[in-house]
C-alpha cells in the first residue's frame, strides 16, 4: 500500500497542455464512444461512463475491464502522475468524472476496497495480473487525479490542433503556457512558422549565439539577445530588451515564445517579465517562481535562473529605478530585432 495520499484537483484546459501531453500521460476520455470517435484530446483514450442503470459493482467491473485492456495494450503509464479524467457539460458525465477519480484514488491506495478485484481469478500465467500491475504504478508514481473543467470542448476551443483524431506521432514538443500571451519555450521545441502559428505565437526572443535556421521564421518578430549560457551572464540589459518586446507584443495582440537557450535560462526571462509587467501590477521573485513552477513544476533548475540578480533586479524596481536602469541597461546592449527571416 502506498504511503502517499491520493487528491483529485480540478483543472483548465492550460494546465493539461503543459503537462505536456507529448510525454504519454495517461488522459482519460469518459464520453461516449461515437463522440470519443468523432474527436478527442490527443493521446486519450476512451472509457465511456458506463449506465446510469448499472449497480456499483457492474460500475467497477467497467473500470476492471478498462484497466486489464489498457495494459494489455498500453502496459503501464509512462508518466502516471497525473492522471487526467475529461468528459463534457452533462451532470451524468461529470458524476462519472468524480466517481472515477475516487475510485482510481482507492486503486492507489487499497486495490481491495473494490469489489472487482479478486487476484486469484485475475491472475494469468506465471502469476501475472494486468490489473495488479496497474494498481502498483498508481501507488508507486500517482499523487493526482486532474479532472478537467470544461471538458473536451473547452480544451478544443484554446487548443484546437490537439485536438479531434490528430495521431500521436504527429505531435511535438510543446512549449509551456505561462499566460495568454507568453509561452516558455526549449531546446527541444520546433522553431518554424508553421508550428508555432498553430499556438498563435507572433514573437520570438531568442540569443543571437542560438544556431537557427532563419529561414524558418517566415512572419515571425524576432528577438536576439547577446547572452551567453554561462552563470556569470548580467542579465539586466537582456531582461529589459525582452521586458520591452514582450510588452510591445502584448499590446499589439501578440503572443511571445521565450527561448533562450535552454527551458531554465528562459525562465529567468518569464520571470523578469512577471516582475516588471506594465499592465498589471508586477510580482515578487518569489511569487515569480511559484507561478513558473506550477506551470513547468518539474522542469526547471532554479539554480540556472539567475535568481540572485532577479532579486537585485525587482529591488531597483521598488526603489523606483526600474525605469531609469531598464533605458541605461538597453544602451548598448546589441539585442536586435528582427521581423523578417533575414539577419
Known amino acids: 500500500m502506498s504511503t502517499h495520499s491520493c487528491k483529485t484537483r ?3 484546459p492550460e494546465d493539461v497542455f503543459n503537462l505536456p501531453l507529448y510525454e504519454h500521460h495517461l ?10 470517435r468523432q474527436g478527442h484530446i490527443v493521446s486519450a483514450v476512451s472509457y465511456p461512463s458506463p449506465s446510469r442503470e448499472c449497480t456499483e459493482k457492474e460500475r467497477e467491473n467497467t473500470l476492471f475491464e478498462f484497466v ?15 492522471v487526467v479524467i475529461y468528459g463534457d457539460d452533462r451532470l451524468e458525465t461529470q458524476s462519472h468524472a468524480e466517481w472515477l477519480s475516487t475510485k482510481l484514488c482507492a486503486l492507489k491506495n487499497d486495490r481491495k476496497r473494490i469489489f472487482a478485484y479478486d487476484q486469484s481469478s485475475s491472475e494469468g500465467e506465471h502469476g501475472y495480473d494486468s490489473f495488479e500491475f496497474f494498481c502498483e504504478t498508481l501507488a508507486d508514481a500517482t499523487n493526482e487525479i486532474w479532472v478537467l473543467e470544461g471538458g473536451y470542448e473547452a480544451f478544443r476551443s484554446q487548443y484546437g490542433f490537439l485536438s479531434g483524431n490528430v495521431e500521436f506521432t504527429d505531435l511535438h514538443p510543446l512549449p509551456h503556457q505561462i499566460n495568454g500571451h507568453l509561452f516558455l519555450g526549449s531546446r527541444v521545441v520546433p522553431l518554424n512558422a508553421g508550428w508555432l502559428s498553430q499556438l498563435g505565437i507572433t514573437h520570438v526572443i531568442v540569443s543571437d549565439r542560438q544556431e ?3 529561414e524558418e521564421f517566415g512572419g515571425i518578430e524576432v528577438l536576439r539577445c547577446p547572452a551567453k549560457d554561462v552563470d556569470s551572464e548580467r542579465m539586466a540589459p537582456c531582461w529589459a530588451s525582452c521586458v520591452q518586446f ?7 495582440g501578440g503572443r511571445v515564445m521565450v ?23 508586477g510580482l515578487s521573485v518569489d511569487l515569480a517562481w511559484e507561478l513558473l513552477a506550477s506551470k513547468c513544476w518539474h522542469l526547471i533548475d532554479k539554480s540556472l535562473v539567475y535568481f540572485d540578480q532577479l532579486k537585485v533586479w525587482a529591488e531597483e524596481e521598488e526603489d523606483g529605478l526600474g525605469g531609469i536602469r531598464a ?6 546592449t546589441g539585442a536586435t530585432t528582427t521581423p523578417t527571416t533575414t539577419v
Do not use: F
Not at 486489464?68 to 497525473?82: C, F, G, H, I, T
Not at 533605458?327 to 548598448?332: L, M, Y
Open 27 to 36: 488522459v482519460i476520455d469518459i464520453r461516449r464512444n461515437e463522440e470519443y
Open 246 to 252: 514582450i510588452e510591445g507584443a502584448r499590446r499589439s
Open 259 to 281: 527561448m533562450l537557450h535552454g527551458r531554465s535560462r528562459s525562465a529567468s526571462v518569464v520571470m523578469a517579465y512577471l516582475v516588471r509587467r506594465t499592465d498589471t501590477a
Open 212 to 214: 537557427i535556421e532563419w
Open 327 to 332: 533605458i541605461e541597461d538597453q544602451k548598448g
Open 10 to 12: 480540478w483543472v483548465n
Open 68 to 82: 486489464r485492456s489498457y495494459v494489455d495494450e498500453y502496459a503501464r503509464p509512462e508518466n502516471p502522475n497525473p
